[in-house]
């Protein structure tokens, strides 16, 4: 163990616009699933922590949802998680694909930040070597207090592990947040929800993903065994049937997908009970954005 008075303790604001990568490189620098990846945008909807402790280290990286324009109550929450986010920051990864073009209305946002920010060009995996220095010249300027480009696959892995030193070069000498044993701010309720979130996200399109919320009713782990019950909340009726599909298949694939996840993730032999209920318009009330946990 260090001494007491080098550790060093920080957060780190993983951001960015939609399905640049943010939780897939949140998953890779904590080498453990957390947050829920999938093609869509707007996968994540809550500031994830994820607990890197090491002997003379804690790093707090926060997954974020990708950043917009609010069309709805939802997004408000969405984007006041961000905000909250930056505002506890000692550093900020600030997420680009190769694929984008820059984006000043973006970037605006953190034109006058004081928190060193380092520009994460993720996807190198998309093009070819030749073309990195290229990309890394293009996004240098992009603001004028960026400490530097980083490039990286968050996919692959590849050169993940460069980050790491230099946020502990920009973490404070302080001590833990959280007790050192402890991977993340969530509960295990909160992962078995996204976990089904994320498969309801892989198996239906256009407006059932978004309209789609979980909630975990029970949980309850025995010797053996957790078992399960969830209920999944659509805006109408219409899509209920959608949910549940032809003799009930579409939703038995979801909850096969989901349980199979879950046991990895848990580690446990897992018993899921699914339920389709709708919540009338709950993208968009007040009170039952409270009672998803998107407001206080
Ligand atoms: N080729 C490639 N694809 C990637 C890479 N990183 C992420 N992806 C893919 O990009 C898509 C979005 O990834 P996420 O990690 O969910 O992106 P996000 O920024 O968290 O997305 P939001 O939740 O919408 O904010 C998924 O299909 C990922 O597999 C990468 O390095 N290379």
């Known amino acids: 163990m260090a001494e007491a008075s080098n550790f060093k303790a920080g957060f780190v604001s993983i ?40 002997d003379d280290f804690q ?26 986010s930056l505002e506890d920051a000692d550093a900020i990864l600030l997420v680009v694909s190769v694929e984008d073009a820059f984006d000043a209305e973006l970037f605006e946002r953190f034109k006058h930040l004081t928190t060193p920010i380092l520009l994460v060009l993720n996807k190198i995996d998309l093009i070819k070597d030749s ?4 990309k890394i010249a293009y996004w240098k300027n992009s603001l004028p207090n960026l400490r530097e480009v980083v490039t990286v696959s968050a996919k692959t ?67 053996d065994i957790i078992r399960i ?25 979801v909850g096969m997908e989901a349980r199979k996840d879950m046991e990895a993730f848990f580690a446990k032999k897992i018993f899921l009970e699914t339920h389709v209920k709708v919540a009338d318009n709950w993208r968009k009330e007040k009170f039952k954005l409270r009672q998803f946990g998107y407001l206080e």
């Open 229 to 253: 019950a969830a209920t999944i909340y659509v805006e109408r009726d219409s899509q209920k049937g959608i949910i549940i599909g032809k003799a009930g298949s579409s939703l038995k694939k």
């Open 59 to 84: 790093v707090v990286y926060s997954d974020t949802p990708g950043i917009l324009e609010p069309k709805y109550s939802l997004h408000e929450a969405m984007m006041s998680f961000v905000k909250v």
């Open 131 to 134: 073309q990195v220095n290229e």
């Open 157 to 223: 892995g590849a050169q993940v592990d460069t980050l790491l030193p230099k946020l502990l070069t920009l973490m404070p000498v302080h001590p833990a947040y959280f007790p050192q044993d402890e991977f993340t701010d969530r509960t295990e309720r909160f992962f078995a929800q996204e976990i089904i979130r994320e498969k309801i996200f892989l198996n239906y399109e256009q407006e059932i993903p978004y309209s789609t919320e979980v909630s975990v009713t029970s949980f309850k782990e025995e010797a």
């Open 15 to 54: 951001v960015g616009k939609p399905n640049v990568g943010k939780s897939s490189l949140m998953n890779k620098l904590m080498g453990e699933n957390l947050s829920i990846i999938t093609a869509k945008a707007q996968t994540t909807r809550h500031r994830i922590m994820g607990i890197l402790n090491g």
